[in-house]
């Protein structure tokens, strides 16, 4: 079958046209089995896509097989797929975590910038939560997907332990993303990431406006924010009627998957 291998800041994704899929029993052993880094193609995520009247819908696999409702950069990353195809200013997805409007930016080569309409972010709140006999603060919210942010050091030892427990910890019955943040300028945060399903990632899209919420309501940051991450910069705006997320997507190439036999 075919897959189009894209990323988006280094979080990178397979995209497979629902119809390709036809024939296969077990997307959850799929999905681990093309994502894997080296016995696979690799990615973080395999991303679904169906066409079939309406929006175009996506449905999102992690590394490990889970599902997600949404990723906000993989929602760009199918945009990017589909504007290649053909010309499109105006793009809408329809995601478990409902339907995201898209507008395209720019395009240099195979790299697409795109504007998106992510939504409000819900049930945002501060909380202490255990972990490992100690008090953490952190802010919880939903913005399609389950969230945990910490304001406050930003570390690789931190990531590995601190934010790994959280991912996994019984608070988060579905499990959760956990982003480290730390308030540079009042226009600038920087994070890393543990992604619910995948681990360290080099950026996240829904992790970026989960952490600019965090920084603007207990952080102090202004209400449109750089997001920094390992893979590179999105921005985020906290607007009236909801987070904007502008970053670039990029497609690296078609690939054509051997099923084992």
């Known amino acids: 079958m075919n897959l189009v291998k894209t990323h988006a800041f280094g979080n990178d994704f397979l995209l497979a046209d629902e119809r390709e899929l036809t024939g296969v029993s077990d997307l959850t052993a799929f999905a681990r089995a093309v994502c894997e880094r080296h016995r696979g193609i690799g990615a973080d995520g395999l991303l679904i896509f169906g066409r079939s009247g309406g929006a175009p819908t996506m449905r999102l696999l992690n590394a490990d097989g889970s599902p997600s409702e949404i990723s906000g950069n993989g929602l760009r990353c199918l945009a990017a797929w589909l504007a290649h195809q053909g010309p499109a200013t105006e793009i809408e997805v329809d995601t478990d975590a409902g339907r995201k409007r898209l507008q395209l930016l720019g395009r240099e080569g195979t790299r697409y910038t795109f504007r998106a309409a992510m939504g409000q972010p819900e049930q945002v709140r501060q909380e202490s939560i255990d972990v490992s006999g100690a008090a953490v603060t952190a802010v919880t919210l939903r913005v399609g997907n389950p969230q945990c942010v910490v304001l406050g050091e930003v570390t690789t030892e931190r990531l590995h332990s601190l934010a790994a427990a959280l991912a996994v910890h019984p608070r ?32 996240s899209g829904t992790g970026a406006c989960a952490a600019a919420v965090a920084a603007i309501a207990y952080g102090g940051a202004a209400r449109a924010v750089d997001v920094v991450s390992p893979g590179g910069t999105q921005r985020v705006e906290w607007l009236d009627d909801g987070l904007y997320l502008t970053g670039w997507a990029e497609i690296v190439g078609e690939v054509r998957w051997i099923a084992p036999r």
């Open 172 to 203: 988060f019955p579905e499990g959760t993303n956990v982003e480290l943040a730390r308030v540079e300028l009042p226009d600038r945060v920087h994070i890393l990431i543990w992604e619910r399903g995948v681990g360290p990632t080099e950026a």
